[in-house]
């Protein structure tokens, strides 16, 4: 019977999304969608490092960072 951990393999996950369109990226380094508008991606895909520890932080992480460009970007807006 395997044991399962809170430990994710995510080095296959969308390894590389956050790279150049040209590049088979998915994001730009705003997690803007290439081909899209208004549309970001904010999930552990988008990290270009692999996480021996529990996901759920760095996902907080990147939806905190991902708040504040859209933040920013709206007070620029104005």
């Known amino acids: 019977m395997e044991q399962a ?3 994710h393999d995510v080095a ?5 999304a956050m790279l150049p369109r040209d590049a088979n990226g998915v994001v730009d380094p705003a997690l803007r ?3 899209t508008r208004n549309l970001r991606a904010v ?3 988008v990290a270009l490092l692999y996480f021996a520890l529990h996901t759920q932080g760095v ?5 905190e960072k ?7 970007e ?3 807006k104005l």
């Open 5 to 7: 951990d809170d430990h």
């Open 12 to 16: 296959h996950r969308g390894l590389g």
């Open 33 to 35: 969608v290439y081909g």
């Open 43 to 45: 999930d552990i895909p």
């Open 59 to 63: 996902v907080y992480a990147v939806a």
């Open 66 to 72: 991902a708040a504040d460009m859209i933040e920013d």
């Open 74 to 76: 709206q007070v620029e």
